[in-house]
């Protein structure tokens, strides 16, 4: 089994919903999701940690996105609302098994595995 395994990709109209899933394949303390657009650099979306309440959200998706993990699934989601064509993206899930510091979530190279991504396409 793939160390994370990602689900929930697809094609959606602005203004609609979509929900992202990863599974670990061990435990892990954190989880994220990134992102990367065609021609742009991978960017940081929402990590969250073992036991943690809340997670940490990019600007632009804070007000439109949520992040929560099922610790007894090994499993993170990402809850996409009222997306944007700005959206589309491949989508990451990526992990650790130790914890990162909130202020260090966004830094991918501090994740040890990433998933294979999964496409979201957002229509405008």
């Known amino acids: 089994q793939a160390p994370l395994e990602e689900s929930g990709g697809g094609l959606v109209q602005a203004g609609g919903s979509l929900t992202l899933s990863c599974t670990a394949s061990?435990?892990?303390?954190?989880m994220a999701w990134f992102r990367q657009a065609p021609g742009k650099e991978r960017e940081f979306v929402a990590g969250?940690?073992?036991?943690?309440?809340?997670?940490l959200l990019a600007d632009s998706v804070k007000d439109r996105f949520t992040i929560r993990r099922d610790n007894a699934k090994s499993a993170v989601y990402l809850q996409m609302n009222n997306v944007k064509p700005e959206d589309t993206a491949v989508y990451y899930c990526?992990?650790?098994?130790?914890?990162?510091?909130?202020?260090?979530?966004?830094?991918?190279?501090?994740?040890?595995?990433w998933g294979q991504g999964t496409q979201v396409t957002v229509s405008s």
């Open positions: 969250i940690t073992w036991g943690s309440a809340s997670g």
């Open positions: 061990e435990r892990t303390q954190t």
């Open positions: 990526a992990a650790k098994v130790n914890r990162i510091l909130r202020a260090y979530l966004s830094d991918a190279d501090r994740y040890g595995y």
